[in-house]
């Protein structure tokens, strides 16, 4: 990963104005025909995602960025059965994913651009959640509904963690596509909220430093510290080499549920929280507690569920956390406020950003 600039984006008001008008738009198509119609519209997509993964996999979108191509040269390329192969890419196209163009040969265009090896991409992603793996976990959610207990478990005999450090090839796509996932949402993270006023911000379950490296590279007088088990945070150093950042930072490795590095005024948790059950949690936060000084803040970086029937991504990723996470859940923001307050924080302030994703502030209260 490579650093990035901090990105001007449009103003919360406007993109939230546009999002309810979205949404007022598909829910008015929904009541205007019958519900089998409207579901049935819905279940396409069965057919529509697996052809999608199938361009991701295939890195379709990078053959065809710099020139268009023939479906004959795109299966050479690929080394696939061109009938089937074209199949796969009309569906895209109708999709709106990739151009066919009237000499016959397929071109990338702006949604296609979100599968190229470039920052911003979701193909990795893609290929995680679109995978044998997540699909055969999909496939098991009614048994997580009827017993309470994670689908992967009992699909795989392992948790997920377990079982992606037995599979090295599976971990390295899952990796990347917490990586993809960190690209697209670090802008907004990075203007929601005002990491100038910490001189030391500590990234508890920080990975390999992405986050807290485009935060040191943007405020230059901040010094950081990223605190995750040595073989997830393996390849920091280079990282923050790269960023030209290792006389800022410190790499300590060790275990959340056990301590937590002191010394920092911030403490960040991004996609952590969602992981673990209230138990978990509150341990966890306790630990943060007991290393930070009356005057630090901690910041959770999670979504949000709502209280009513909005139509937004936190209520379908928790149905993936349903079924992936004994326990783990995305929470709303009274849930949010339970476990703090169980942990000895009190919550401050809520930075909403134009992702699904929000920065939930705490302090010290006892």
Aim: a neutral charge; one cysteine or more.
């Amino acid at each position: 990963m490579h650093p990035v600039q901090n990105q001007k984006l449009p103003p919360l008001w406007l993109v939230k104005s546009i999002q309810c008008f979205r949404d007022f738009l598909i829910r008015l198509n929904k009541k205007m025909f019958p519900g089998n119609v409207v579901l049935y519209e819905q279940f396409q997509n069965l057919w529509a995602l697996p052809s999608l993964y199938v361009a991701a996999k295939l890195n379709v979108a990078e053959l065809v960025k710099d020139s268009p191509l023939s479906i004959a040269e795109l299966a050479r390329l690929t080394n696939t059965h061109a009938p089937s192969l074209f199949r796969v890419m009309r569906a895209l196209v109708a999709q709106g994913i990739f151009k066919h163009g009237r000499d016959g040969k397929f071109r990338i265009n702006g949604m296609a651009k979100g599968l190229l090896n470039e920052p911003g991409s979701i193909r990795h992603m893609l290929i995680h959640h679109l995978g044998r793996v997540n699909w055969n976990l999909m496939s098991n959610l009614e048994f997580t509904v009827r017993t309470g207990e994670d689908a992967f478990a009992n699909a795989y005999g392992r948790g997920i963690y377990e079982y992606l450090r037995e599979h090295p090839q599976e971990s390295e796509v899952f990796d990347q596509s917490m990586s993809d996932l960190s690209d697209i949402g670090l802008a907004p993270i990075l203007n929601a909220y005002p990491f100038a006023n910490y001189q030391t911000i500590a990234d508890i379950g920080g990975g390999e430093g992405f986050l807290l490296a485009n935060i040191l590279k943007i405020y230059p007088s901040t010094k950081g510290i990223l605190y995750d088990q040595k073989e997830t945070s393996a390849r920091a150093p280079q990282l923050f080499s790269n960023y030209q950042l290792n006389d800022r930072v410190k790499i300590i490795a060790g275990n959340f549920f056990e301590q937590i590095p002191s010394d920092a005024d911030l403490y960040i948790m991004k996609s952590i929280i969602h992981n673990w059950d209230d138990e978990h949690c509150i341990k966890l936060l306790r630990n943060v507690h007991r290393a930070m000084s009356n005057e630090a803040r901690i910041v959770i970086v999670e979504m949000i569920v709502s209280d009513d029937d909005t139509l937004e991504l936190a209520k379908l990723l928790d149905i993936q956390m349903l079924a992936c996470m004994q326990g783990g859940k995305e929470r709303t923001r009274e849930e949010f406020n339970h476990i703090l307050e169980k942990s000895g924080f009190k919550p401050t302030r809520i930075f909403k950003t134009i992702a699904p994703i929000s920065l939930i502030e705490a302090k010290k209260s006892t």
